[in-house]
Nanobody, 124 residues
Framework: VQLQASGGGFVQAGGSLRISCAAS????????MGWFRQAPGKEREFVAA????????YYLDSVKGRFTLSRDNAKNTVYLQMNDLKPEDTAVYYC??????????????????WGQGTLVTVSS
């Protein structure tokens, strides 16, 4: 099973980007798919996740109201729409997934599958 991330780029503060994560099959349809990010010199942190069996979504507090996670089940793809981007959002964003939901969804060590990172750069 593979995860393919795409859509990063460069944007000025206040701008928007959408990043995508496509799974190669439906392994994660009832589990968890989400995004983590890692800025230079910092640990990887949770950004957002969607629980497949309940379609509930979870967000890092600092992105609530700015980022929106959505899912296209037919394409096995999740999208992260990022609005009102800030320089502190600059990081490499990684999609992650696991076949079964985990209560500690915010811990990257609980994810079995990872996509390649996509760089998001927000200038001030």
């Amino acid at each position: 099973v593979q995860l393919q991330a795409s859509g990063g780029g460069f944007v000025q503060a206040g701008g928007s980007l959408r990043i995508s994560c496509a799974a190669s099959d439906r392994t994660f349809s009832r589990g968890a798919m989400g995004w983590f990010r890692q800025a230079p010199g910092k640990e990887r942190e949770f950004v957002a996740a969607i629980r497949g069996d309940a379609n509930t979504k979870y967000y890092l507090d600092s992105v609530k109201g700015r980022f929106t996670l959505s899912r296209d089940n037919a394409k096995n793809t999740v999208y992260l729409q990022m609005n009102d981007l800030k320089p502190e959002d600059t990081a490499v964003y990684y999609c992650a997934a696991r076949p079964v939901w985990h209560i500690n969804y915010y811990n990257p060590s609980n994810y079995n599958y990872w996509g390649q990172g996509t760089l998001v750069t927000v200038s001030s």
